[in-house]
Nanobody, 115 residues
Framework: QVQLVESGGGLVQAGGSLRLSCVVS????????LAWYRQPPGRQRTTVASIKGSGATHYADSVKGRFTISRDDAQNTVYLQMNTLKPEDTAVYYC?????????WGQGTQVTVSS
């Protein structure tokens, strides 16, 4: 059974940076496309960025040029480098695979950006 553990969130001022990590425990194919999602308070969870096993990436328009997703399959970890953070980036951030059905969701990591 795959387990996901996100970390790295916190409180940061607008314009600041954070690096999120997600450790994926359990067997997954190296070709699995992994993704970061976020859920702002009172809103639905949406996809922020994804990365294929090949390393090809895709970003939501709202974070393009500011966020970078990467993966280290040897460490079973996927990262999200977030720069030039904005208050609207405030949310709980989760990782999971892009395709459905998703793995069981982790607890997420809270990112709060103050203005």
């Amino acid at each position: 059974q795959v387990q996901l553990v996100e970390s790295g969130g916190g409180l940061v001022q607008a314009g600041g940076s954070l690096r999120l990590s997600c450790v994926v425990s359990g067997m997954i194919a190296s070709t699995t496309t992994l993704a970061w999602y976020r859920q702002p308070p009172g809103r639905q969870r949406t996809t922020v960025a994804s990365i294929k096993g090949s390393g090809a990436t895709h970003y939501a328009d709202s974070v393009k040029g500011r966020f970078t997703i990467s993966r280290d399959d040897a460490q079973n970890t996927v990262y999200l480098q977030m720069n030039t953070l904005k208050p609207e980036d405030t949310a709980v951030y989760y990782c999971n695979k892009l395709a459905w059905p998703a793995f069981s969701w982790g607890q997420g990591t809270q990112v709060t950006v103050s203005s």
